[in-house]
């Protein structure tokens, strides 16, 4: 628990805001109901199977361009044939609205993914560095990441720079994964040095949500210890 956990729903939506506001980052208790969040892990499941017989290959160019089978876009991704990127959407977009000060829509920046505990190699696609999303869609956005299993503690979770911050941090070129070679990673000495009392490893259950600023600093969480793998969606809302 930090001082931006709402610990509560998104309602009142007036609470979940001040903490947005204040901290850049809101963790949202109970906001989807669990069992639809399990019914799409068990989705998540069978796509990844899809994916890993040969699936994959048949997605979009564009998915396969900036994608591995780690990480899909969103769309792919529903149950009882309602997408995932409509119901999902529902419980927060009004939080996501106050927060850009516009109408939002849902963005196709939207990936569903999975993270293994071995994946502990800075470097692999899997494990993300430290970066603000605003770096990489250049425009202002609210993400909401939501675990599909219990997040955090013995599975990957995220570690969140739990400051508002103005704008965009310096980057470093490194030749990690996609996101050193293509500059948004922010290096993690920065990072530790000049936000150490800000940095948080909250932990979430199925139907909890973070949802932050893209300007505000995060990455993959992986520690030691951790044995159990963790499926999550990130939903970005830009202005419509
Ligand atoms: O899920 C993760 O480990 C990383 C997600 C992330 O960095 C993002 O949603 O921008």
Not at 32 to 52: K, S, V
Not at 164 to 179: Q, S, V
Request: glycine share 6%; charged share 20%.
């Amino acid at each position: 628990m930090g001082a931006f956990d709402c610990d509560v729903t998104v309602q009142p939506i007036e609470q979940a805001w001040r903490l947005l506001r204040q901290h850049g980052v809101v963790l949202l208790r109970r906001v989807f109901p669990a069992t639809d969040i399990q019914r799409l892990a068990e989705t998540a499941d069978r796509a990844y199977a899809w994916a890993g017989t040969g699936g994959f290959d048949a997605l979009s160019e564009f998915d396969r361009a900036q994608l591995n089978a780690h990480a899909m876009i969103i769309d792919h991704l529903s149950v009882a044939d309602v997408p995932a990127r409509r119901w999902l959407a529902e419980p927060v977009r009004d939080l996501a609205a106050m927060a850009l000060g516009a109408p939002v829509t849902v963005a196709h920046w939207s990936f569903w993914r999975r993270v293994e505990p071995d994946d502990v190699e800075e470097g692999t696609a899997y494990k993300l560095p430290f970066h603000q999303d605003q770096r990489i869609l250049g425009k202002p956005l609210i993400n909401v990441w939501i675990p599909l299993v219990d997040a955090g503690d013995d599975a990957p979770g995220l570690e969140v720079v739990a400051q508002r911050l103005p704008g965009l941090e310096p980057t470093i070129a490194a030749d990690t994964n996609i996101y050193g070679k293509s500059g948004v990673q922010i290096a993690t000495e920065h990072v530790t040095t000049a936000y150490a009392s800000a940095l948080v490893r909250p932990v979430l259950a199925p139907g909890d949500a973070l949802m932050f600023y893209g300007t505000t600093i995060h990455r993959t969480h992986i520690a030691e210890g951790m044995t159990k793998r963790r499926d999550s969606i990130d939903l970005r809302f830009v202005m419509a």
